[in-house]
């Protein structure tokens, strides 16, 4: 993504990109890291480790939700909080933070794409469309908007005719777009296409 004017961020395409990619083929991923029983010394200190950065993580929620409480106005902050939730893959609370966010400012295509993943992480895939859409029409140019709608479109959608079109415009950006996992966003369209055909 272009780097984020409002505040000194900035998202790497490729990390949306394959999280996007990812998150096609996903629902979600869960894990723990504690276990019923022993375990062993390395298990333990692992805990401990992912406790404290859980805890870390915590204090920084508590700390921003007490910024944006005493500052409500406060654009930045609200964005801050919508990333740290995006982050931690909590898509209702970052939806909020980031659409109180765009209320008190414009923002711009990077949090607009931001809140059209988190609508798709909360099941929502029209919503999210229309959000790419809107980040799309700010910057035409905006790779990471295009690919998630194509995304979107091909696995919570299933259309792939409109994934076609919208990868199809993107590589008219840059044809050497390449997912998260290296491939060439081309190979990418040439996939869709030969699964398609094979329905038929």
Same mark, same amino acid.
């Not at 990333?83 to 939806?95: G, V």
């Not at 794409?113 to 980040?135: C, S």
């Given at each position: 993504?272009?780097?984020?004017?409002?505040?000194?961020?900035?998202?790497?395409?490729?990390?949306?990109?394959?999280?996007?990619?990812?998150?096609?083929?996903?629902?979600?991923?869960?894990?723990?890291?504690?276990k019923? *029983?022993g375990?062993?010394? @390395?298990?333990?200190?692992?805990? =401990? =480790?992912?406790?404290?950065?859980?805890? +870390?993580?915590?204090? #920084?929620?508590?700390?921003?939700?007490? #910024?944006?409480?005493?500052?409500?106005?406060?654009? =930045?902050a609200w964005?801050?909080? *919508?990333d740290?939730?995006?982050?931690?893959? $909590?898509?209702?609370?970052?939806?909020?933070?980031?659409? +109180?966010?765009? /209320?008190?400012?414009? *923002?711009?295509?990077?949090?607009?794409?931001?809140?059209?993943?988190?609508?798709?992480r909360? +099941? $929502?895939? #029209? +919503?999210?469309? #229309?959000?790419?859409?809107k980040?799309?029409?700010?910057? &035409?140019?905006?790779? &990471?908007?295009?690919?998630?709608?194509?995304?979107?479109?091909?696995?919570?959608? @299933?259309?792939?005719?409109?994934?076609?079109?919208?990868l199809? /415009?993107?590589?008219?950006? @840059?044809?050497?777009?390449?997912?998260? @996992?290296? /491939?060439?966003?081309?190979n990418?369209?040439k996939?869709?296409?030969? =699964?398609?055909?094979?329905?038929?």
């Amino acid at each position: 993504m272009a780097t984020d004017t409002s505040k000194q961020k900035t998202r790497n395409p490729a990390v949306t990109y394959f999280i996007i990619f990812i998150l096609g083929f996903l629902t979600g991923v869960g894990f723990t890291v504690y276990k019923t *029983g022993g375990g062993s010394p @390395n298990t333990l200190e692992s805990s =401990q =480790q992912v406790s404290k950065e859980d805890e +870390k993580i915590h204090q #920084e929620m508590l700390a921003l939700e007490s #910024e944006v409480t005493a500052s409500p106005d406060n654009f =930045q902050a609200w964005r801050r909080l *919508g990333d740290l939730y995006y982050d931690h893959s $909590q898509p209702d609370k970052a939806i909020a933070a980031y659409t +109180k966010s765009l /209320e008190l400012h414009g *923002g711009d295509a990077n949090l607009v794409t931001d809140l059209g993943v988190m609508y798709r992480r909360g +099941k $929502q895939p #029209e +919503k999210a469309i #229309e959000f790419f859409n809107k980040a799309i029409k700010m910057a &035409p140019d905006h790779e &990471p908007a295009r690919f998630n709608k194509a995304i979107v479109y091909m696995y919570d959608l @299933n259309n792939p005719e409109k994934a076609i079109t919208s990868l199809e /415009e993107l590589l008219k950006i @840059n044809p050497e777009a390449r997912a998260g @996992n290296g /491939e060439l966003i081309s190979n990418f369209v040439k996939n869709i296409k030969n =699964q398609s055909a094979a329905r038929k």
